[in-house]
């Protein structure tokens, strides 16, 4: 069946280091890759999305690239900053008509200043 | 533009008893969702509409009904409240499937003792 797997959290780093955070999927053909992410008391928002092999999607400094050869969407963030600190999300959407997206089980990011 | 909205904030409710979670959207959106977030199982879909007067399953809707009767309104109920029911309950709204962005309301924390 359909499913992401993305890294364990939480993650610590200090203000200004490289992030990345590991995502990776399970899916026949080609399906929709997103990000969101959840600020603390808040709902989850889109951060960047990718629907076909080899698109890049990015967003406040964020990127991640759709791999189809390592079925992986990690994502990427030269220097973080502590307005960064949340939960970030995987999520993919398959390619039957019928599924409906499927979320990872989220990774939780601190920044230190 | 308030985009997505839920009432209550919060909830705390006795085994047994009933509710219904509000979810409104001013975006004029087709399709509309409902989540649980639970601590590490990232969102799981309850149920869905695709449009108003429609609603379908997603993957855990035991104990849970949904309408649409307004296409900007999405309700929730629980007709009688069991303690694993306890969790986040997350609406969105999307104007399309697929690969359309999903918008979320702020969430309902809801505890059954």
């Known amino acids: 069946g359909n499913s992401v797997t993305q890294m364990e959290g939480p993650v610590t780093l200090s203000e200004e280091a490289f992030l990345t955070i590991n995502c990776t999927y399970t899916?026949?053909?080609?399906?929709?890759l997103f990000w969101y992410v959840q600020y603390p008391g808040e709902g989850l928002q889109l951060l960047l999305k990718a629907t076909k092999a080899d698109d890049k999607g990015s967003n406040k400094g964020f990127e991640a690239t759709y791999r189809k050869e390592t079925t992986s969407f990690h994502l990427e963030k030269g220097s973080v900053q502590v307005s960064d600190s949340a939960v970030y999300f995987c999520a993919l959407i398959p390619m039957n008509r019928d599924d409906k997206i499927i979320f990872g089980k989220g990774t939780r990011l601190h920044i230190l200043p | 533009n308030a985009g997505v909205t839920q009432t209550p904030k919060f909830r705390v409710l006795k085994t047994g008893q009933s509710m219904t979670l509000l979810c409104a959207q001013d975006m004029n959106h087709e399709y509309m969702y409902w989540y649980r977030q639970d601590p590490g199982m990232g969102l799981r879909l309850i149920h869905y509409s695709v449009g108003e007067g429609t609603t379908a399953k997603g993957e855990v809707p035991d104990g849970y009904n949904v309408s649409r009767l307004k296409k900007q309104n999405f309700l929730l109920g629980l007709e009688s409240a069991a303690p694993s029911q306890t969790s986040v309950y997350f609406c969105a709204s999307s104007y399309g499937g697929r690969t359309d962005t999903q918008y979320f309301g702020p969430g309902t924390r809801l505890t059954v003792l």
């Open positions: 899916a026949t053909g080609y399906p929709s």
